[in-house]
């Protein structure tokens, strides 16, 4: 390697050199930077954590279930026809009538 500065010592020399402080290594250097990577994953962690999202729509109000419900094609043709947001029509429709018709 042309330029390389790096030296062959022996484990020997290296505890002398390091013993005399002849250490080439900035081990305040080395230390601050693994103390900021420390901090920066944790930082990262609860970046994440505060921008986790669960998939889907959120859930607002009640929550709901999907069902299967077979209605006669007039009822669906009918709530259909009011345009956007018929199944919410539909919801309040059926809410009203439990309102009204209340069982023990």
């Keep these: 390697m042309t330029g390389s500065k790096t030296t062959s010592l ?3 020399q290296m505890r002398r050199a390091r013993a005399q402080g002849q250490s080439g290594s900035d081990w305040e250097r080395a230390r601050r ?3 900021e990577d420390a901090q920066a994953a ?3 962690q609860a970046i994440a954590a505060l921008i986790e999202r669960k998939r889907g729509r959120p859930v607002q109000g009640e929550p709901k279930t999907a069902i299967s419900l077979r209605v006669p094609d007039s009822v669906l ?3 259909k026809a009011t345009g956007p947001g018929w ?3 539909m919801t309040d429709a059926l809410q009203d009538w439990l309102r009204t018709h209340r069982t023990a």
């Design 42 to 44: 944790e930082q990262t």
């Design 87 to 89: 199944q919410v029509r």
């Design 10 to 12: 022996t484990s020997e």
């Design 77 to 79: 043709a009918a709530f």
């Design 33 to 35: 930077s693994v103390q």
